[in-house]
């Protein structure tokens, strides 16, 4: 069995991996080329199993050049990304061939950290602090607590139920809303999707933290925004294909939602000149609320655990792995 790893992640992790699948050929992969664990050069390497780690989706530059390779392996037959969604084309055209592709869950910790820490600078007022202390000012205001409020969670998974949690535990009233009940339930009330018109009127919160369908219009529309409170604070950790971005920055204008923390945006990277960059009333950061340092050993872990499951069963008939001349 030959599995497609990055050459830095295999730097990491080799021996966890080795442990996992000590029978297997590890092909460590890096934007130079693919060399065997020895260092040898391969010429169209064919893996049977590929692991997209997180050091590929930083920056974006890894997914470009390890993609192709699994496009052209006749002999995948899994993938296993580090990234919780699987909404990406390339993930549809495998998935199309027959090759399993499957995610990962070790966002929720760093997405739900995330989550509170701006929601506490919106509500506290932080850019006034920064404000006052770079103009050497002594300038106290008083804010909004998180405790007494209401939020409205939209996506009730491993990302969504940790956000939940973590409100709850600061005294805030979460109301989660989803698809489905979930068992236990993470937060304190919990309605069906349908139901998101009905309690956003009360929300001073709204996350959201669901899956998006590339082919479904925004969830976040003109009418959704009409009934959101004023002075509410919208925060998007999910994805930007979920609001509807120009609804988004005339409702802004109102004052309902007060502010909006997009973590994504519907084009990535936001182009220069997009409104988003410079309406007062949103804080924008580039993807990044899952990037805690955590992830790549959670990741490895994971991946590890579900190779060691897996049967290694190479077949007498695959096509050989050619090497190149040194």
Known sequence: MDVLVSKAAHGDFGDLLTDAAPGARFLLGSAEGVTDAAGTPLTDPAPDVAWL???????GAGVR???????????LRWVHSSTAGLDSPLFGRLRDRGVRVTGSH????PVSEFVVRAVLDEFQDARNWRDAQ??????????????????????????GSAVARAATA???TVIGVARTRPDPLPSTEFV????????LPRSDVVVLA???????PPLVDAALLAAMAPGSVLVNVARGSLVDEQALLAALDTGAPARAV?????????????PLWTHPAVTLTPHTSGQGHGRYRRGAGLFAALLRELPDSPGAERPAVKRSTP
Not at 53 to 59: A, E, P, V
Not at 65 to 72: K, S
Not at 192 to 199: D, I, T, Y
Not at 210 to 216: M, N, V, W, Y
């Open 53 to 59: 780690s997180s050091d590929l989706f930083t920056g």
């Open 65 to 75: 050049w390890f993609a192709p390779l699994l496009v052209g392996s006749p002999r």
């Open 106 to 109: 070790i966002y929720a910790g």
């Open 134 to 159: 770079a103009a050497r000012t002594w300038r106290p205001h008083e804010f909004r607590e998180i405790a007494g409020s209401t939020w409205a969670v939209v996506g009730l998974g491993d990302i």
């Open 170 to 172: 600061l005294g805030a």
């Open 192 to 199: 069906l999707a349908g139901g998101l018109p009905e309690v």
């Open 210 to 216: 669901r899956s998006a369908d590339p082919d479904a």
């Open 262 to 274: 997009l973590d994504v945006t519907a084009v990535e990277p936001l182009p220069p000149d997009n």
